[in-house]
C-alpha cells in the first residue's frame, strides 16, 4: 500500500480531531508518517501511525522573536516562521522514505510545499473552518491599513526565496487548498461560503476516542440542580480575573459548576473561597464531563464547540483569540448557544446568558438539528473514501 506523509501543527487542536482518520488510513493497509513532537508521539502512535520526531521544536520556541505588534500581522509571522522552520527540517528526516501523497494541516507545517517540493499529491485536512474568504482577513490587506503590512510583504519575499518556492499569496497561509480539501465539519455548521463541492468535502467533526476517567464524583451530578461546565481551552487560559467572576456569579445560585483552569492557574487562590456549588480542578475529562452537564461556557474553540452540539449541550462563548470569534459568531446565527463580547462581560450578563441556555429549549433543539448534521457526513470513514478516490483518480 501507499506511503503516507502528514505533516502537522504541534498542537492539541490540530491533531486530536485527526486521529480517527490516520487509523482508519492505517487499517485500510497505508503505512502513515506523522510528523509530532514527543508530547503526541504516543497518542499518534496509538493509531497504528509511525511517527517523525522534530526535537527541534523546543529550539523554534525559545528562539522565535516577533517583530510585529498588531495580532493580525503577528498571527501571520507565526505561521511563516513556523513553516519556514518546519520545512527543511521534515524534508531532510524522510529523505530515506519514498512518500506517496502527503496529508497536511490546512494551516500550520506548510505541507502544500512539502507535498510540491516532493512532487506528489497533496490533501488539506482543515479542523476548523475555511477562513481563507472572509472579509475580516481581506481588510487588513488593503494597501496602506497598517505600517506592518508593508514590512509583512517583505517577509513574504524572504520567506519564497529562503524556500526557493514561488509566489505566496497571504491569503493562502489562512488555508493551503488542494484539489482535495477534507474540512472538520458539516457544511450545515460552516458559515456560508461559496465552495466547490468537487474539491471540499465536509465529514463532520471527529472526536475520536480518549481513555479518559470522570475525575468528579458522580454525586455531583445526581443532585437536582444544573450543571455548569466552565473551560477556556489549554492555551490562552491563564484568566483569575474570569474564574473569580465565575464564582462571584454563580456562587449563591442554585446551579453547579464544574470550574477547569487550566495548569498555568495555582489553585491556592482558590483555596479560601470555593462555594460548595462548586468543583475547580486545573484539568478534567472534557467529553466525559459534556456527557452529564446541562450547559458549557466556552472560549469558542472549534473542538470543544463541536463536542459541544455532539452531546446535544447548549453555549455560552467567549471568545479570545482568532477563529474563535466566527466560531461563536456561527454558534448565535444558529440558536446553540449565546455569544458574548469579553469587554463587555459582568456578573449580570453571564448570570443572565447562563439562565437564557438552561431554560430555553429552543437551544437544546438546535444543537440536536446540528448534531444530525455532524452525524450523516460520514466522519473518518467517508474522509478515508474521497482520499482513496482521488489518489485512485489521479493514478488512473
Known sequence: MANVLYVNGHAQGHINPTLSLVRELVKKGEDVYYTTTKEYKEIIENTGCKTIIIDEYEIFIKKFNPKFKHPFYYLIESILEYNA?????????????????????????????????????????????????????????????HPELELLEKRIDEYEKDLNIGKVDILDLFFEEEDLNIVFTSKEFHPPVEFSDKIFKFIGPSIGERKEMLNIPLDFFESE??????????????????????????KDSKTNIILSVGEKIDMK???????????IKNYVSQLEILKKVDGFISHGGFNSVS????????????????????????????????????EELNRDLLGTSVDKILK?????????KIKNSFNVAGGAEKGVEYITEFIKNLNS
Open 225 to 250: 440542580n444544573k450543571t455548569i461546565y466552565i473551560s477556556m481551552g489549554t492555551i490562552n487560559n491563564d484568566l483569575p480575573e474570569f474564574y473569580n467572576l465565575c464564582i462571584e456569579t454563580f
Open 307 to 342: 463536542e459541544s452540539i455532539l452531546n446535544e449541550v447548549p453555549l455560552v462563548v467567549i471568545p479570545r483569540l482568532n477563529d474563535q470569534f466566527i466560531i461563536g459568531k456561527r454558534v448565535e446565527e444558529l440558536g446553540v448557544g449565546i455569544l458574548l463580547k469579553n
Open 85 to 145: 522552520f518546519l520545512i527543511p527540517l521534515i524534508l531532510k528526516k524522510i529523505e530515506h522514505i519514498q512518500i506517496d501523497y502527503v496529508l497536511h494541516d490546512s494551516v500550520l507545517g506548510g505541507g502544500n510545499i512539502i507535498s510540491n517540493k516532493l512532487k506528489k499529491p497533496g490533501i488539506c485536512i482543515s479542523t476548523t473552518f475555511v477562513l481563507k474568504n472572509y472579509t475580516f482577513i481581506q481588510k487588513f490587506l488593503k494597501k496602506g491599513s
Open 269 to 279: 487562590m482558590f483555596s479560601q473561597k470555593i462555594p460548595n456549588n462548586f468543583i
Open 360 to 368: 430555553s429549549k429552543m437551544y437544546k433543539d438546535n444543537c440536536k
